[in-house]
């Protein structure tokens, strides 16, 4: 297999490891970002589009807005929409609804977040616990 073809399989790999993670961890992840509050007048995409779209650019490491937009159209916007279910909007959107959002918002998904993996303990071999020894994390394949 030439280097090419594989890069873009290990792409599509990390893509799909990223879903079954978010659907084994959190099967209701839309609806925790569906209670985001909508503070613009008018709206092409919905809140959980850009809030995953603005999770994407990190998870997946782009460079920069600019280099984010550029997936924009493309197989990755494809694999994300079949995946996911939902658009990415540009940099620039997403910039714009973040700057607007109160910081309280994001901080509240954030503990629901980190709330569902204490629960279910998945945290317990990375991070030590009241008197216990400090565990390092099993290395995560990517």
Do not use: W
């Not at 990223?18 to 709206?43: C, K, T, W």
């Amino acid at each position: 297999m030439s280097r090419e073809k594989l890069d873009k399989f290990q792409g599509k790999q990390y893509i799909i490891n990223v879903y079954i993670v978010l659907q084994r961890h959190y099967p209701d992840f839309n609806d925790l970002l569906a209670h985001i509050p909508d503070h613009r007048e008018r709206s092409t995409y919905q809140v959980a589009e850009i809030i995953m779209a603005g999770l994407s650019m990190f998870i997946f490491k782009r460079q920069s807005r600019n280099h984010a937009d550029c997936s924009v159209g493309g197989h990755f916007e494809v694999n994300h929409i079949t995946l996911f279910g939902m658009r990415l909007p540009l940099m620039d959107t997403v910039n714009d609804f973040l700057r607007q959002l109160p910081p309280e918002e994001l901080e509240r998904l954030k503990h629901a977040l980190i709330e569902v993996l204490l629960k279910r303990k998945v945290l317990d071999k990375c991070l030590p616990v009241a008197g216990r020894a400090i565990k390092t994390c099993p290395k995560v394949s990517q």
